[in-house]
């Protein structure tokens, strides 16, 4: 049995093979019944819009099942720490939830974002980890402290315009926004794309906004690997300059978590990180994307978003296709 929890866990061959069969997904569309008579768990503690939609809709498309869970609405409050006298909210503990679903289910995604309180706690990845510890079933990530599907969707799209990854510069810039966020994508987009052997080039404000050296590090190897390159940079026209990819993400600094008033004098005195058509012309042609939701004229400017080289629309539809071929691959066993 196998999980997809990160990229990180998956090596580029078998992304190679997710894009291959995703793009076998996104041709067939409706015409594929893998799923037929499977069921699929979707417990949501956080809210969505796309990940909801794309993957009720891909089951469905797929033939299969799909009932949506969320704890602590419509379904009981779960407990995580193993050994905990349960006094509190939590009616019920993972232990049991994981292993009654998957009497029920063929397969079990989560979305659980961190608690934005403790970063050396929340980067243990507790809910979708214990899920995985307790099920007997395949477990899926459908983002917690990474978004593996989210960053498929933007390799897909990629891999559409551009063909070839190597020797093709893609920068991941920092943007502002009024409130400190995830730094999931980041830390996915980071580990795909230095994986899939783009030349890689991480633009942020200050060393403050570094992500975490779990994935870092991991940059640093798989360019090693691949024979491309890694590098932070804080300087706006070297990073962009030849690029041929900007991917945009705000997060917060991780040496602030939980901390943010400390933050915001650091993220307010950034906001000209906003992704516009001046920083565009830098780079050499580059295709724009960004995961969505984007807030327009804080992260990126409406000429943009709206511009003939922003993939934000494909990124987003190319989610149901990625997440088919993956459901299908922890089901196919």
Not at 238 to 264: D, I, M, N, Q, T
Request: net charge neutral; proline share 4%.
């Amino acid at each position: 049995m196998r999980h997809f929890l990160s990229t990180l866990d998956w090596s580029r061959a078998e992304l190679d093979q997710l894009l291959e069969a995703s793009r076998a997904h996104k041709q067939a569309r409706k015409g594929r019944r893998d799923l037929a008579g499977k069921t699929v768990a979707l417990v949501f503690f956080n809210p969505s819009l796309r990940t909801r939609s794309s993957f009720e809709i891909g089951v469905f498309e797929l033939g299969g099942h799909a009932v949506v869970l969320e704890p602590g609405k419509g379904a009981w409050p779960i407990e995580f720490e193993d050994g905990v006298e349960m006094l509190g909210e939590a009616e019920e503990h993972v232990a049991e939830v994981a292993r009654v679903l998957s009497r029920y289910f063929d397969l079990i995604c989560v979305r659980a974002f961190p608690k934005f309180v403790d970063w050396a706690r929340d980067r243990t990845d507790s809910v979708i980890q214990a899920f995985a510890k307790y099920a007997t079933v395949p477990v899926l990530n459908m983002e917690t402290i990474t978004h593996p599907c989210q960053e498929l969707a933007m390799l897909l799209a990629l891999r559409e315009k551009l063909g070839s990854f190597e020797k093709k510069k893609l920068v991941l810039t920092w943007t502002y926004h009024p409130k400190p966020l995830n730094t999931a994508v980041a830390n996915s987009a980071l580990i795909a794309a230095t994986k899939m052997g783009f030349d890689v080039t991480l633009l942020c404000p200050t060393p403050e906004y570094a992500l975490d050296e779990r994935y870092m590090n991991a940059a640093r190897e798989n360019v090693s690997a691949a024979g491309s390159t890694f590098t932070m940079s804080h300087d706006i026209e070297s990073a962009y300059a030849g690029a041929h990819v900007v991917y945009a993400k705000s997060w917060g600094a991780l040496p602030y978590f939980g901390k943010w008033e400390g933050e915001k004098p650091i993220r307010d005195a950034h906001k000209h990180f906003i992704v516009d058509e001046a920083k565009m012309a830098m780079t050499d042609g580059a295709y724009f994307s960004h995961c969505l939701p984007l807030r327009r004229n804080v992260k990126a400017t409406d000429g943009v978003v709206s511009s003939e080289r922003s993939l934000v629309i494909e990124e987003a539809e190319n989610r149901l296709h990625v997440q088919k071929a993956v459901m299908c691959r922890l089901l196919a066993g």
